[in-house]
């Protein structure tokens, strides 16, 4: 199939295989400001794991381990980031009490097979968000281990964004598998990694996205890894 423009957009970008961030690898060269050819909508995290990331609009967000939202320097670097192009190819509204779970059941019901890739966008509402942010880490720290000792924060009442991916489990090494969210304050000023949630009145937006683009890093710590480790332990309870 040619690349045409179109199709280009409709990609998942990844920045790095996921594997390697789950391994300790917290730095690579990539800028964030070099996400925005890749898309204007996404989530990820930055080198020595210096908070969450989240983008929307073009727009980056670094939710940092004191749950605040900060305007990135330039030249800031990330070790995983997931983007795309966002536009919705289906909207719900639902006015209902969903937590997690049930906000899960909901997006299944919403996607036409768990094998494909999905954007998803979440506005609205919430009776309660729980998320956390990675504080700063040497490398090679075990992901899991920095995982145990996240600071949690809890949002009551609340507006707000959630901003990730629906992907299949058999990607598992290179994007978080199953449903990976980012949440941010309605006024942009706080957000996390999301943990859990009670909704009260969402509009979930979600956007098929039929081709991934892995870019497989050069770095020296990348390339001298080894990836023998079943990692999959690891993952499910650090993310
Ligand atoms: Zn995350």
Same mark, same amino acid.
Do not use: W
């Given at each position: ?8 957009? @409709?990609? &998942? ?11 300790? +690898? ?12 890749? !898309? ?18 073009? @727009? ?42 049930? &906000? ?12 494909? +890739? ?41 507006? !707000? ?9 058999? $990607? ?19 957000? !996390? ?22 870019? &497989? ?5 990348? $390339? ?16």
């Amino acid at each position: 199939m040619r690349e045409t423009r179109e199709s280009r957009r @409709r990609a &998942l970008f990844v920045s790095a295989p996921v594997k390697a961030l789950v391994e300790g +690898i917290y730095r690579e060269d990539r800028t964030v400001a070099s996400l925005a050819e890749h !898309g204007d909508f996404g989530l990820g995290t930055f080198n020595d794991l210096d908070g969450e990331l989240v983008m929307l609009e073009g @727009r980056v967000y670094q939710l940092r381990a004191d749950g605040q939202a900060y305007a990135v320097p330039a030249g800031t670097a990330t070790p995983y980031a997931c983007v795309n192009f966002f536009s919705a190819d289906t909207v719900e509204t639902f006015e209902e009490q969903l937590d997690l779970a049930g &906000l899960q059941r909901r997006l299944q019901q919403m996607i036409p097979s768990p094998n494909l +890739i999905y954007a998803v966008r979440i506005d609205g509402q919430f009776a309660h968000v729980r998320t956390r942010s990675v504080p700063r880490q040497d490398s090679y720290r075990p992901l899991v281990e920095v995982a145990r000792e996240q600071p949690e924060f809890d949002f009551h009442a609340c507006s !707000g964004t959630m901003a990730g991916y629906v992907t299949p489990n058999f $990607m598992a090494d290179l994007t978080v598998p199953g449903l990976h969210l980012h949440f941010l304050t309605e006024d942009r000023q706080r957000g !996390g990694h999301l943990l859990a949630c009670t909704t009260r009145h969402i509009t979930v937006a979600l956007q098929h996205l039929p081709r991934l683009e892995v870019e &497989l890093p050069v770095s020296i710590d990348y $390339m001298t890894a080894e990836f023998t480790r079943d990692l999959q332990a690891d993952l499910d309870e650090a993310e």
